[in-house]
């Protein structure tokens, strides 16, 4: 199901997913309804939602913190993430 | 058209307080009519006089956006909207905890108000958009069950989160491409970035709403917002009608194309990505 690369950098090379913060986060499960891609489960904990499968996650992508009521999901920094994704690129040219 | 401000109660939280106070200021401050969300999810019809002759300002507390999925369960027509939540972070105060509103509170209250005032009946977009664009006219097709997917051929190029960029003596038309249209279904809302605002590329420049999703234009291109599309605006339908053409959203400045480019694919490469995120499906 995963993506195998974005912008030809395999995914799994990329830290882009949702964090939940637990204090925060109400188990409304608005998340894993909202998620199309199935990056969230509830099944592994059996109560709280985890990001079960976080390289389904759309890089850049943030649309379910966008629908999180508590504000309890957070995503890395965008200009290191493509600072990241540029650096593998660069290293992936060379060889 | 006349307004009506349509709020969520947001009883428990701070953030509803907020939202409650900017209804009754905003409904003052513009003679707009409030509407009662919970009389309007109890009783349509008291309010189905109102809806089918006024546009909503609809404000939300927080992002479980109560007000704006009533809003949408009743097809109604959206002006604004107004996220207490976003308006916070922001102001980069934190709110008092309390229910009852503090000076922060209200103080955010009247700021919220003030930019409505500022910004309602303002045109969002810059006098005029500056690129002459011809429709396509030929395209790749990706065809995928009994979905089909269409790509221009040439001037599109894309990020792999379904932006479309068509660049034209410095400046960026930006849309989204059919692939996403077709899965976001009915396209209700476009909040628009703001005209002479900067991103940078993989930015955000705004975001789309339909029944089933809340999706993030994230743009191909870095710069400055020099129009936004206000047919789509007024008529976001129009980004499921034509999404390379009269849906387009907006257009920018190029601040630094030659480097953007290096992270953007031309229609042959976008669409084996499209293959591929759809047979993932």
Sequence with gaps: ????????????????????????CTVCMECDKFCPHHVFDRRESGRVPVVANPNNCVVFCRACAKACGPDAISFPSKPETIALIKQIREQEAVK | MKRAILSCNGLDKPEGSVAREVAIRGADATGSEIICPVLLNRAPARYKKVLSETSLIVVDGCSTRCATKLAARLEAKVERKVLVTDAVKASGQPLES??????????????IVDELLRTLDAPAVAAEPVAEFETPTEYLVVTHDKFEFRIPVVDYVFNENDIWARVLDGVARVGISDYMQQKLTDINYFDAPRVDSTVEQFGELGSLESAKAVFEIVSPVSGAVTAVNQAVIDNPGLINEDPYGAGWLVEVKLAAWPQDQELLVDAPAYAEIVKRKAAEE
């Design chain 2, 98 to 111: 309390t229910l009852s509103l503090g000076p922060k509170g209200l103080a955010l209250a009247q700021s």
């Design chain 1, 1 to 24: 199901m995963s993506e195998t690369t974005f912008m030809g950098v395999p995914r799994d090379k990329i830290p882009w997913y949702p964090m939940i913060d637990y204090d925060k």
